[in-house]
């Protein structure tokens, strides 16, 4: 796993802990469940591409939830 992924992972479960205390365990197991599956992608392009999945799914579960 690249540098870039596991930064973009931690950067994630700091924003789950912006959620309500309910709903952090869900997102943040649902997060860990995601950066499991896609651990073995190796190629640049699909990296940048799961990665501004991640930023845009993170920015509406923020907004959805506020």
Request: charged share 25%; aromatic share 10%; with cysteine.
């Amino acid at each position: 796993m690249s540098q870039a992924v596991k930064q973009a992972y931690r950067e994630v479960l700091k924003l789950v802990k912006r959620l309500p205390p309910p709903s952090r365990g869900y997102y943040a197991q649902y997060a860990r469940e995601n950066f499991v599956t896609y651990s073995e992608v190796e190629d640049p392009e699909s990296i940048r591409s799961l990665l501004a999945r991640v930023h845009h799914h993170t920015c509406w579960v923020l907004k959805k939830v506020r």
